[in-house]
């Protein structure tokens, strides 16, 4: 944990943030400095609202006038939203795509114009004009959902199996949703051979489990259709789910077909991000884990690429080897994931202050 902090901490700057709000569409103008753009794909995940916050807080901190858009999920929207920016004379792009491999053309347009690029929380594929990348582990992310069902379940401990799991994953336009799955297949996949751990629906290639939007409707909608389908006389032990919003409409759906009732427990799921419904499930029992990711650190590293691209200074980065854009390798800044459950959530979300209790309460 040690380690995890320490890299966190020279991962961020030493910032006097100021006020602002989020909303769909923000610009904020400060007196001074040139124009940062920051593309994100939605308000309606909370992650996004308080990644998009942080960084218009610290650039804006830094004396930059700040432009923040959300396309909603809709890649052509951000593809306008983004050629809009550039049109508009911003001289640095913060984007985390919807889809990585759909701005090429626009970002060639800001190369033209020597706007420089990063790509945030997600490869910007396909394309050679992406200066760097902030992001998080998310192979590990993955690794870590993985290791939370195999240990909940006992597959090591000499209890009872085959356990049966389903397997969810998210947006196939998010290049990070394949890290996920395929760190938890990692983690997974050696017991499924060993029929420890059995798919009942069969449904285990990553392209049959994909969430359209990481969709929390969609996912209640297939977990539902699996248990008429699969699960008539028998229980389902474990969920993987790569991201908290997915996790609640999983929960629910498993809620509305008998379980956490009486002899049908709620099977054991991951998540992400620590969102306040799933920190709050998890408080009540009810999601197992979620996988944190400290948005405020990540903010910082893509505030101090992005000034040092404006000041002609060279960002500081830590892997040069491991982000393959099928056109280049991109410097990458990697901050660490770390697993919170009912045992560690206080330490990791109320004593660090990224939540209050009045927010887990409410």
Known sequence: MRKILSSLAVAGLVLTLAACGSEEEVSVKSNVGATVGIALPTTKNARWN??????????????????????ENDTENQR???????????????????????LTGVLAEAA?????????DRLLTNTNDVSYQATFDN????????????????????????????????????VNAKSFYDGSMEVLKPYIESGQI??????????????????????????????????KNRRVNAVLSPYDGMTIGIINGLKKNGYGQGNRPLPWTSGQDAEIPSVQSIIAGEQTETIFKDTRELAKVAVQMGNALLTGSKPIVNDTVSFD????????YLLYPVAVDETNYEGLLLKSGF????????
Do not use: C, W
Request: net charge positive; aromatic share 8%.
């Open 50 to 71: 308080a990644d998009g916050k942080a960084m218009v807080e610290q650039f804006q901190a830094m004396g930059y006038n700040v432009n923040l858009k959300f396309a």
């Open 80 to 102: 306008k939203q983004v050629k809009a920016m550039i049109d508009e004379g911003d001289k640095l792009l913060v984007i985390s795509a919807i889809d990585g491999g759909s």
């Open 112 to 120: 033209k114009k020597n706007v420089k690029v990063i790509a945030y």
């Open 139 to 174: 192979h590990q992310v993955g690794v870590l959902q993985g290791k939370v069902l195999v240990e909940r379940l006992g597959v090591d401990t000499g209890k009872d199996g085959p356990f049966r799991v389903e397997l969810f994953a998210g947006s196939a336009t998010d």
């Open 198 to 231: 059995v798919v009942p629906s069969g449904e285990i290639a990553f392209k049959k489990v994909t969430t359209k939007d990481y969709s929390d409707v969609l996912a209640q909608a297939r977990m539902e259709r699996l248990l008429k389908t699969y699960y």
């Open 325 to 332: 854009n099928g056109v280049k390798i991109v410097p990458t």
């Open 355 to 362: 939540y209050n209790e009045k927010q887990l309460k409410s």
